[in-house]
């Protein structure tokens, strides 16, 4: 299996900054891709950002363009989300999401895992 483990999250005050990590570990033959989404109270989860591992290509929601950044270390497995100029309503869980293709020795799995959560709380 996989576990994804996240951590940075906090409390910080508006305009202010935070980076997020996220590191994948466990029975990995690829990880295709990883992302950010969160999900707020009363709202459901969305996507902030993601991150093709291979290509190094990245999508953002319109909300976090030109705010957040997301970057990807492929040789350890680790995907990174800075946030800056950070609002109040950026406040949520925010869950790391991952792509990844299993090698068993004779079978590729292809599955999607999620991290535990790691809250983000912006205050005004």
């Known amino acids: 299996q996989v576990q994804l483990v996240e951590s940075g999250g906090g409390l910080v005050q508006a305009g202010g900054s935070l980076r997020l990590s996220c590191a994948a570990s466990?029975?990995?033959?690829?990880?295709?891709?990883m992302g950010w989404y969160r999900q707020a109270p009363g709202k459901q989860r969305e996507l902030v950002a993601s991150?093709?591992?291979?290509?190094?290509?990245?999508n953002y929601a319109d909300s976090v363009k030109g705010r957040f950044t997301i970057s990807g270390h492929n040789a350890n497995n680790t995907v990174y989300l800075q946030m800056n100029s950070l609002k109040p309503e950026d406040t949520a869980v925010y869950y790391c999401?991952?792509?990844?293709?299993?090698?068993?020795?004779?079978?590729?799995?292809?599955?999607?895992?999620w991290g535990q959560g790691t809250q983000v709380t912006v205050s005004s």
């Open positions: 999401n991952a792509d990844v293709t299993r090698y068993t020795g004779d079978t590729f799995y292809h599955n999607t895992y």
């Open positions: 466990g029975s990995i033959f690829r990880i295709n891709a």
């Open positions: 991150i093709t591992i291979t290509f190094n290509s990245t």
